[in-house]
T-cell receptor
Framework: GQQLNQSPQSMFIQEGEDVSMNCTSSSIFNTWLWYKQDPGEGPVLLIALYKAGELTSNGRLTAQFGITRKDSFLNISASIPSDVGIYFCAGRYQAGTALIFGKGTTLSVSS | DTEVTQTPKHLVMGMTNKKSLKCEQHMGHRAMYWYKQKAKKPPELMFVYSYEKLSINESVPSRFSPECPNSSLLNLHLHALQPEDSALYLC???????????FGEGSRLTVL
């Protein structure tokens, strides 16, 4: 079946640093979504991408849909303590199919 | 109102109990989902309803029984669960077939 490789698995950074994480797939995807999940809560949608090469920002967050359609990355600039959580990428390779989730990147920010 | 609301937030049940998880959305979405999530793992798809019809069942044991009474409501009926079924159960909704998924806050289930 389809798989997503998300890296890094975890990150420990200082407040104010920039963060980058990415997801790669073995197949071409037509949708990439990025979610953040806080402990005990449901995932919250951060950014949705639908076109190859698309670059979308949401505040300090920027995500891109890779040109090959097999990858996506998420950047967080000037990290703050409330950025702590687990970030999941998710993709869909064709309309009507279920989302496939990456294994998540756990972000820790020290002040 | 763009929320997906799940109740109860916490549920503790014995292995012989029958209970239900409930989900409601007011975004006009016509696809609704149940996911199971273990700690520090990604959500695992259980069921998908599209236009109130069950479209995906990911080989979930029959002790989990979904129900979609209407386009805004989704239930998950639980019976004779096992301790390993303890997890966070997430409901989500979207505009089929390609919309983004919006998740509720989850129901934390503990099976004793």
């Amino acid at each position: 079946g389809q798989q997503l490789n998300q890296s890094p698995q975890s990150m420990f950074i200082q407040e104010g640093e920039d963060v980058s994480m990415n997801c790669t797939s073995s197949s071409i995807f037509n949708t990439w979504l990025w979610y953040k999940q806080d402990p005990g809560e449901g995932p919250v949608l951060l950014i949705a991408l639908y076109k190859a090469g698309e670059l979308t920002s949401n505040g300090r967050l920027t995500a891109q849909f890779g040109i090959t359609r097999k990858d996506s990355f998420l950047n967080i600039s000037a990290s703050i303590p409330s950025d702590v959580g687990i970030y999941f990428c998710a993709g869909r390779y064709q309309a009507g199919t279920a989302l496939i989730f990456g294994k998540g990147t756990t972000l820790s920010v020290s002040s | 109102d763009t929320e997906v609301t799940q109740t109860p937030k916490h549920l503790v049940m014995g292995m012989t109990n029958k209970k239900s998880l409930k989900c409601e959305q007011h975004m006009g979405h016509r696809a609704m989902y149940w996911y199971k999530q273990k700690a520090k793992k990604p959500p695992e798809l259980m069921f998908v309803y599209s236009y109130e019809k069950l479209s995906i069942n990911e080989s979930v044991p029959s002790r989990f029984s979904p129900e979609c009474p209407n386009s805004s409501l989704l239930n998950l009926h639980l019976h004779a669960l096992q301790p390993e079924d303890s997890a966070l159960y997430l409901c989500a909704s979207s505009r089929p077939p390609v919309g983004e998924l919006f998740f509720g806050e989850g129901s934390r289930l503990t099976v004793l």
